[in-house]
């Protein structure tokens, strides 16, 4: 996909991707290498409904859920010069679409679900992952990739990130680098 250079400069970069795609991780080294500020989506729901994500979805659930996570976001976009990582759910909305790219530029974690499942072990704090077996994860996360894909291909830059995450970032670094490059 095309790069827009002049937009991604002083916007928000927001991190997207199924569970276990290395949204939080990646964020964190990313925002570490910019100097900008970290901002886990999910960890702020947590801190402004003082549930966790588990206790929200079983309490309330996921429609509840979802609407903690647009209102949080909604907070987010306002910012500008983070680095955001989003909940692999949170481009579901056509709103919170629409709010991503007009506020900032946005990376997909690229990963197959086989190598999710993998990663993906205890998953206690991932409701939509809890109490299944290896193959019915593997089955669950295929749907989920099958429901979300072409939202997140909408994403600015495609990063795989199936190996180290320091090569996915190194990746992400230097297609920035580019960016900056060619807005000078
Ligand atoms: C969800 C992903 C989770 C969390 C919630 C729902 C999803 O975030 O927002 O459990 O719908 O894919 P991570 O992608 O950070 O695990």
Do not use: W
């Amino acid at each position: 996909m095309e790069l827009d250079a002049p937009r991604v400069l002083p916007s928000n970069i927001y991190l997207v991707g199924l569970m276990g795609s290395g949204k939080s991780t990646l964020g964190h080294h990313l925002a570490q290498a910019l100097k900008r500020e970290f901002i886990d989506l999910d960890a702020l729901i947590e801190r402004e409904s003082g549930q966790s994500i588990r206790e929200i979805f079983f309490e309330h659930g996921e429609n509840y859920f979802r609407n903690l996570e647009s209102t949080c976001l909604f907070e987010v976009v306002k910012q500008r010069e983070k680095v955001v990582a989003l909940g692999g759910g949170a481009i579901l909305r056509e709103r919170n679409r629409e709010l991503i790219r007009s506020s900032g530029f946005s990376i997909y974690l690229k990963v197959n679900p086989k190598i999710l499942a993998e990663r993906l072990g205890d998953c206690s704090a991932r409701p939509l992952l809890q109490g299944l077996d290896a193959n019915a994860k593997l089955e669950r996360l295929r749907d989920l990739l099958q429901e979300r894909q072409s939202f997140y291909e909408q994403a600015d830059l495609i990063v795989p990130n199936e190996g180290s995450s320091e090569k996915a970032l190194a990746r992400i670094t230097s297609a920035l680098e580019r960016l900056c490059k060619l807005s000078k």
